[in-house]
C-alpha cells in the first residue's frame, strides 16, 4: 500500500501507524530526476513485502517533514517502526539494494530478540549467551547494571561492541558512577561546580580530562552548558 502523505497527516499516516508496522517513507520531488526512476521500483518491492507500507512525501510541498529529516539530498528513503528511524538510504540505488532494504525490516525476531523484549536481568544474560554481541542486549543489560551500582561489570560488557552514541553515554555514566566526584548528574550546580574545578588540571592530568569528557557527555545536546564547556576545555588544551 502507498499513501501520500503531507505534513498535516505525518502523524497519523506515519508515526501512529509505525506503532503497529514498518513504515517507509520516500522524500522525493517532482523536479527530481533519480526520483522519478526510484520510485517505480521501491513502489513495487514494498508492494511485495507484506506488513509494510510505504509513504511518499512531496518536500517541495511538505517542509516540515523535510526538515525533520534533516534532508540533505533526494531521492531520500527512511524506515520508521515505533517512532524511530531504523533503516534507510539516499539516491537511487538498485533493485536488488532495495529488495535487501525491505527484507531487514520483515526479518523474523531471533530467539535471543524475544529475551530482549522481556527486558529483566535473567533475560537479557540469557540472550547473550545466545548472541554474545545482540547490541540492544547489551544497551539494555548495561543500563540495569549502572543502575545497580555494577559500572564495572558494564563498562566490560560495552567493550563488546563498536561505539555509537547510546554506548559513549553509558560509559561515560559508568565511569562517573565508580569515580563518585559527582552524586548526582541531575545536579546542575553540582556538575557546573565540578566541571570548573577539573578545568583546572585538564591539561595535565589525562583522569581529570576523562572525566571532564565524561561529565559533558551525561549533559544534554540541547543544554548551553555543553557548548560554553567544551569551549572552555579547548581553551586550556590548546
Do not use: Y
Amino acid at each position: 500500500m502507498t499513501i501520500d502523505v503531507t505534513d498535516a497527516t505525518f502523524e497519523t499516516e506515519v508515526l501512529q501507524r509505525s506503532d503497529s508496522a514498518p513504515v517507509v517513507i520516500d522524500l522525493w520531488a517532482p523536479w527530481c530526476g533519480p526520483c522519478k526512476s526510484l520510485g517505480p521500483i521501491l513502489e513495487r518491492v514494498i508492494d511485495e513485502t507484506e506488513g509494510v507500507t510505504l509513504v511518499k512525501v512531496n518536500v517541495d510541498e511538505n517542509p516540515r517533514v523535510s526538515a525533520a529529516f534533516s534532508v540533505q539530498s533526494i531521492p531520500a528513503v527512511f524506515a520508521i517502526k515505533d517512532r524511530n528511524v531504523i533503516d534507510g538510504f539516499t539516491g537511487a540505488i538498485p533493485e536488488a539494494q532495495i529488495r535487501e532494504f525491505a527484507q531487514r525490516l520483515v526479518k523474523a525476531p531471533s530467539a535471543a530478540d524475544l529475551l530482549v523484549e522481556k527486558g529483566d536481568e535473567a533475560s537479557l544474560r540469557e540472550a547473550l549467551e545466545l548472541e554474545a554481541g545482540h547490541e540492544t542486549a547489551i544497551i539494555a543489560l548495561s543500563q540495569l547494571l549502572i543502575d545497580t551500582d555494577r559500572s564495572e561489570e558494564a563498562l566490560a560488557l560495552l567493550a563488546r561492541i563498536p561505539e555509537n552514541a547510546d554506548t559513549r553515554l553509558l560509559s561515560a555514566r559508568a565511569r562517573l558512577a565508580e569515580s563518585q566526584d559527582v552524586k548526582d548528574l541531575s545536579d546542575t550546580s553540582e556538575v557546573d561546580n565540578r566541571l570548573t574545578e577539573l578545568l583546572e588540571i585538564v591539561k595535565d592530568d589525562e583522569v581529570a580530562r576523562q572525566e571532564f569528557l565524561d561529565l559533558l557527555e551525561a549533559i544534554d545536546d540541547e543544554d548551553n552548558r555543553k557548548a560554553t564547556f567544551r569551549k572552555a576545555l579547548t581553551s586550556r588544551l590548546f
